[in-house]
Structures are given as C-alpha cells and as structure tokens.
C-alpha cells in the first residue's frame, strides 16, 4: 500500500512539474487546454529544419552517396550503432525511436544557440529552444518511459513485471520507484542543461556583449550536442533494460 501510495505520488509530482514556469509565456487556448504557444512555434520550426533538410538531402539518392546524402547516412550509421550498443541484436525496430529523440533534441539544442529567437516578438513571453521548457522535456521522458514498457511487455508479456522481484522481492519498492524516477531524472537532465546555458549566455552579453560570451556560445553548442546523446543512450539503454531482463 505504501508502496502505490509513493507510486501515486510521484506520478503527482511529474504532473505538477509539467506547471513549473520559468519566465512568462505566450498561452493558446486549445479546445479546453492551455498550451505554451511559443514552445509548439519553435518545435514545429525544428521539425520543419529536419523533414526539409532531409528531404532536399534524399531527392536524388546515389548508389555512393555525396553531401547531405553522405552526411544523413553517417548520422543513420551513428545512430544506428548506439541503439545495438544499447538494445543488443534487436535493435532494427527501434532505430527510428532513438533517432528521432536524438535528431529532435539535437536540433531544438542548436537552435536555442543559432536561431535569432528574440527578434520574433510575441505579445508574453519570448521564443527559445523548445527543450528549454519543462513541458517538452517531460513529454519526451514519458514517451521514453512508454517505450521501455511497451518493449517489455511486448518481448515477455506479463512476466516482464517479475524484473520487480529480482533479485529478491525485499527490493520490490525500490525496483518499482526506480521506473518511476526514470523520467523524472531524464526531463530534468535535459531541461536543466539547456536553460542554465541559455541564462549564462543571456547574463554574460548583458555584462559583456563583444569577446566572453563566444567560447561560452560554443562551449554550449558542444554541451548540447552531448546532452542529446545522453537522452537518447539512455533512452535505447532503458529500453534494451526492459527487454533483456533487471541488471
């Protein structure tokens, strides 16, 4: 009982933190909802950056690839290579799911460094990278979260949850939090990150707007680009977890 009763509880707090605000924010009101418009602006700008570029680079595919049909296939290979390090032979299913997590929050990183936001301007609030709004990063660890179940439970069915009781069913609590807190350390990794790096950068051209904040800038793009790997390796590692039993 205790233990649904924590399990309840942070599943309350996951839902409270989608509410966090940083900042003000530019609200649609959709149906009965109020969504962050200024996050589903910039996401579908970084959708449209990665369905165009890789439309235009896989026009006119070739036998031996050149330019963006050379560098799409090396992205395809990288990734490709990190989801069977992660997920072992059964791997082939999931590429697309780990690609997509990592092209997604790649670019939406970048953009928040590359893009001139601030010269869009909105009547609340100000454009930004989308992962620097906690609503993102928490919808892309509970999507992560889904995938991990779905994969267990589609590779071992019911007894997928007997990983709760291994090695003893002393640890039954500990195992059932952990699948909790999974999503918890995944959205705050990514959302923290981005928004620190944005803020240092803000505060830096405020106080020194020629030379400091540049290798700040690139040491944020290099930041970014790691912590897109980190969610997307612990995204395949969560998943090939589930698939190949508690370790």
């Known amino acids: ?13 996951l839902y409270d933190i989608s509410g966090v605000e940083v900042g003000q924010h530019f609200y649609w009101q959709i149906g009965g909802f109020q969504v962050h418009g200024q996050v589903l602006i910039t996401s579908w ?3 449209a950056i990665l369905l165009g570029s890789a439309t235009i680079a896989v026009r006119n595919p070739q036998t031996i690839p050149t330019g963006g049909q050379n560098f799409f296939e090396y992205v ?3 990734i490709r290579d990190v989801s069977k390090t992660q997920i ?48 993102t990063t928490v919808a892309l660890a509970l999507l992560t979260s889904v995938a991990y179940f779905y994969a267990g439970l589609t590779k071992k069915g019911l007894s997928y949850f007997g990983k709760y009781i291994q090695p003893t069913p002393i640890l039954l609590p500990i195992n059932i939090l952990e699948d909790f807190t999974k ?7 990514l959302f923290g990150n981005i928004l620190a790096d944005e803020l240092v950068v803000v505060v830096l051209v405020s106080l020194v707007p020629s030379v400091v904040p540049i290798p700040v800038m690139f040491l944020g793009l290099f ?14 590692a969560y998943i090939g977890e589930s698939m190949e039993g508690h370790h």
């Open 76 to 78: 395809l290979e990288f």
């Open 1 to 13: 009982m205790n233990v649904l009763s924590c399990s309840i509880n942070t599943l309350k707090g």
């Open 223 to 236: 930041t970014s680009g790691i912590q897109a790997l980190i969610f997307a390796t612990l995204a395949a």
């Open 88 to 135: 072992g032979e059964e791997y082939g299913p999931w590429v697309p799911f780990i690609g997509t997590m990592f092209l997604f929050i790649f670019v939406s990183n970048w953009s928040g460094a590359l893009l001139p936001w601030k010269i869009i301007e909105l009547p609340h609030g100000e454009l930004a990278a989308p992962t620097n709004d906690i609503n």
């Open 45 to 47: 700008v970084v959708i």
């Open 183 to 189: 999503p918890l350390s995944l959205s705050f990794r």
